[in-house]
């Protein structure tokens, strides 16, 4: 069985810092890549970074470029998401995904 386990999210005010955290576990991964999605209040699902575990290149969604870090510690079997000058409009459920498995979401609140 694999599991993807978040952490972090919680709640910011506008200008603020959160961390997320996905564990993976279970058998050994034939993907390559992780990635993050988020889900914000009657909005389609956005794909808002992701990366190659093998050379580690990135990509970002164009409207959290510059703020947003993604990165991996293969060792730990965790991705990670730093998010950084936060806004309202980055108020979602975040969701890490490694091929076709979820993780169960997080939910990151900014407040005005």
């Known amino acids: 069985q694999v599991q993807l386990v978040q952490s972090g999210g919680g709640l910011v005010q506008t200008g603020g810092s959160l961390g997320l955290s996905c564990a993976t576990s279970?058998?050994?991964y034939v993907w390559n890549a992780q990635a993050w999605f988020r889900r914000a209040p009657g909005k389609q699902r956005e794909l808002v970074a992701a990366i190659d575990w093998r050379d580690g290149a990135t990509w970002y969604l164009g409207s959290v470029k510059g703020r947003f870090t993604i990165s991996r510690d293969n060792a730990k079997n965790t991705g990670y998401l730093q998010m950084n000058d936060l806004s309202p409009k980055d108020t979602a459920v975040y969701y890490c995904v490694v091929g076709d498995d979820w993780g169960q979401g997080t939910q990151v609140t900014v407040s005005p």
């Open positions: 279970g058998r050994p």
